[in-house]
């Protein structure tokens, strides 16, 4: 119990020194938004845009999570490079950056760089969080497997400007990781996420926020303590 009482102590902090270091930022902006946020959540207001779009850029993803559409049998959506590395049917460059400029002249604050995809698998990605951050977007969310990390493109990431970045787990054993996210690397995963805590450490900033997202299931809720 104490060691769970630390935990939930250290993540709230970890959400405060957010909040402090984007309200020093962007200001009142800031705290508006998340004001917002709150009473949208409660269905106590609608905005005449959204606060918050997912970007689906790939429709692609190298696991096959018991929890997630891709790990549907019958919806496998196999990833192909060309020639030089890059992936074939994604969201355009200028595409992207047209929808940004667009939520950009709208005041959006917030944008996730994944829906059901892996945004590892758009080599430029780092480019594009950029330029969401340079456009003014306040909260950038970055969530991935982990698995194509390497130590340049970890830190290539961070440094864009991601607020939050969420690295998918959903297990504590080796076993259990095998079963609910096929086509994984427990220990790559595990490298990731003490990667990239010592290179925000080593930087001195507060950013990104780092969470290990879990979802629950059958095979995985024993281990959920």
């Known amino acids: 119990l104490a060691d769970q009482h630390k935990r939930v102590v250290s993540q709230k902090r970890s959400f405060e020194d957010l909040i402090d ?3 020093k930022k962007y200001g009142n902006k800031y705290l508006e938004y998340k004001q917002k946020w709150d009473l949208a959540l ?3 207001y609608e905005p005449d845009f959204p606060l918050y779009i997912m970007l689906e850029q790939t429709y692609k993803c190298p696991l096959r999570c018991v929890s997630c559409v891709q790990g549907y049998p019958g919806l496998r959506t196999n990833y192909d490079l060309n020639k030089s590395g890059n992936l074939e049917n994604r969201m355009s460059l200028e595409m992207y950056k047209r ?3 667009e939520s950009a002249i709208n005041g959006l604050p ?3 760089m994944h829906n059901n995809d892996e945004p590892l698998l758009i080599k430029d990605v780092h480019e594009r969080i950029a330029f969401a951050h340079n456009k003014g977007i306040m909260d950038i969310i970055f969530t991935t497997g982990g698995t194509l990390f390497n130590e340049k493109r970890l830190k290539e990431i961070m440094d864009a400007g991601v607020t939050h970045l969420c690295i998918s787990v959903d297990a504590l054993t080796r076993e259990t990781y095998t079963k609910v996210r096929e086509g994984g690397d427990f220990d790559k995963v595990n490298w990731a996420i003490n990667e990239a805590l010592k ?5 001195g900033s507060t950013l990104p926020l780092i969470r290990v997202s879990w979802v629950t299931n059958t095979y995985n809720e024993h281990e959920l303590e």
Request: net charge negative; hydrophobic share 35%; proline share 0%.
């Open 110 to 112: 917030s944008v996730s």
């Open 42 to 44: 409660n269905f106590e």
């Open 99 to 101: 929808i940004i400029e």
């Open 21 to 23: 270091f984007q309200t």
């Open 199 to 203: 290179i925000r450490t080593n930087s």
